[in-house]
DNA sequence: CGAGGCCTTGACAATAGTCAATAATGGTGG
DNA sequence: CCACCATTATTGACTATTGTCAAGGCCTCG
């Protein structure tokens, strides 16, 4: 773990991230209690049923938000990109565990200061609201996509995401990327087992989709073919 | 479709809902452009693809948020209860359904009008985060549910979910109360098809766990075995 | 009373899961 | 820098669960 005072001027997703709804003066108060924090992959930020204490704004790297069942394994509920906001405004305890995937970067507030600072600066709540509800349509879409599709189209699918969240023009997937999930994350993520999606990833390459470049390169041959 | 104006005063939701937040005066100014509305069974409130003008609070009743695939086949992605919000404030377009399961009663607002009082009442941008973020928890939670159990198991929870919803004990599942939803709908909420969901019911039957009363009445007998 | 829509049940097929062995990768320490 | 180890990924054989197709029953509403 590693913590240090905030910069917001030199900060990649102050434009944004929730806090981008501030003026200067308001963004300077936030400021004063959030901290700044490194996370390596796999770190844990929030735990499910620890106190619920703090909240944070994602600056760089990826998140993801899982439940892990008592048998343990795991499923994951969300992914998590810059400027995206974690916690849980309103409940006691943390009920999903937050974890890097990959060296992160986060602001840290306590979730007191922060929800007295919902309070003060309605465009601050305005901007969450925003937020959490682009989260939740990300969520049923998500809940949509794996409802119905085999493991086949939700490998492609996930594949084509991820190429897109690679690229820097939106709505242009990246030719090449690399993956930030394991195949273990890769199942939890779309209900499936580590063994499946290995195998779809392969079937993937032999059909001309895609080509791997190592473990978690992914070259797109044919994007087509992800889509159906 | 049906359409009166406001009675906020005789509103059953009236303590629970979003509009909760404002004060005598901010109720009043938000009730001069809302409309009370009836909804019959299967009757769509909004449509997804069409223009996103209008917003709504649930009064009594239930609705369904749903997508449905080029095929036709309906995935269920929330129920909606009575003080539930619907509509989503910063989308140009709608992007899933929304329609009435039971006899059902919404106020509708125009969404110009109700994102002007967000902007002017921040007690209302306030509770509709909280909302908001209710509703992310529970997309997350079905997700969780949906994502690694067997057809027994989501047939089980779904069930025991809504026993705990027509009870008016919280906590206390009803021993006894009519499924909303047809068989199709618990498909298309669970990942199943219609005919899975009726083979676990039957299954559920015949293992002692509960009765049927007609097509749509259940009783619990040992709400245990649902859980497992 | 009849018709149509749900629901149930059965037989079979297909997809994904499980178990197990092997291969590749990346990190560590000599 | 290389070798070794632990972790992660791939592949195969087999099983089990769920989906598909089809037929028949039940209820509800005209």
Redesign the pocket.
């Known amino acids: 773990m590693s913590s240090s005072p905030l910069a917001c001027a030199t900060c990649p997703v102050r434009d944004r991230a929730a806090c981008a709804a501030l003026d200067g003066a308001e963004r300077a108060d936030l400021a004063r209690f959030g901290r700044h924090r490194l996370l390596s992959p796999g770190e844990t930020l929030f735990a499910a049923g620890e106190d619920n204490d703090r909240c944070a704004t994602l600056v760089r790297g990826a998140l993801k938000i899982s439940a892990s069942d008592a048998d343990g394994t795991e499923r994951i509920l969300s992914l998590v990109h810059p400027a995206g906001f974690v916690g849980e405004l309103f409940a006691p305890l943390a009920r999903f565990d937050v974890v890097a995937l990959t060296h992160s970067e986060v602001c840290l507030f306590s979730r007191r200061e922060y929800e007295a600072a919902v309070e003060r600066y309605p465009a601050l709540a305005r901007a969450l609201l925003r937020r959490s509800s682009e989260d939740l349509f990300g969520a049923r879409s998500l809940m949509a996509m794996v409802g119905r599709?085999?493991?086949?189209?939700?490998v492609g699918a996930f594949l084509l995401a991820m190429a897109e969240a690679a690229s820097d023009s939106p709505c242009h997937p990246a030719a090449r990327f690399d993956l930030p999930l394991?195949?273990?994350e890769m199942a939890g993520l779309l209900?499936?087992?580590?063994?499946?999606?290995?195998?779809?990833?392969?079937a993937l390459e032999k059909s001309g989709a895609i080509r791997?470049r190592?473990?978690?390169g992914i070259e797109l041959v044919d994007a087509a073919q992800l889509g159906n």
């Open positions: 599709h085999s493991a086949r189209e939700r394991s195949r273990a209900g499936l087992t580590i063994e499946t999606v290995s195998r779809q990833v392969s791997r190592g473990l978690r």
